[in-house]
């Protein structure tokens, strides 16, 4: 029996501050990230869902579920990888994401790729 995973997505992500769409002035501090998903598993899986919990600096926690990601529901073969870029807007200078995605695998199991937590954080905050 193999010991390889059938079901088995990895997500990388990449947060940057966008200064030109944030307001400091009115707490409102605007956030891009780079996502790429990876099927590192040896079965085809869609995503069907997503569901992010964002945590400001103040413990003020936002949820968002929805289909897709920026309107695709990507069925990735093993090895294949989807990327995208999205954003989020907080109202403080730092805090953190993180979530799952739902998929269903070829022969209709469903299981949640897990987003670990990453940053978003304003430069020079953190010093």
């Known amino acids: 029996m193999s010991s ?5 997505v990895t997500v990388t992500v990449e947060a940057v501050f966008i200064p030109e769409q944030s307001d400091v002035e009115r707490n409102r501090y605007a956030f891009a990230y780079h996502v790429k998903i990876t099927n590192t598993g040896t079965m085809a899986a869609q995503l069907i869902s997503r569901h992010w919990i964002i945590t400001e600096a103040n413990d003020k926690q936002q949820e968002v579920k929805g289909l897709g990601v920026v309107g695709a529901q990507p069925l990735l073969q093993p090895n294949e990888h989807y990327e995208y870029t999205s954003g989020a807007m907080i109202n403080t200078p730092m805090g953190e994401m993180h979530g799952s995605y739902q ?3 070829e022969d209709g199991t469903r299981f949640d790729a897990i987003i670990k937590p990453f940053a ?8």
């Open 120 to 127: 978003l954080s304003m430069p020079r905050v953190l010093h």
């Open 4 to 8: 390889a995973k059938h079901y088995e």
């Open 103 to 105: 998929m269903v695998a």
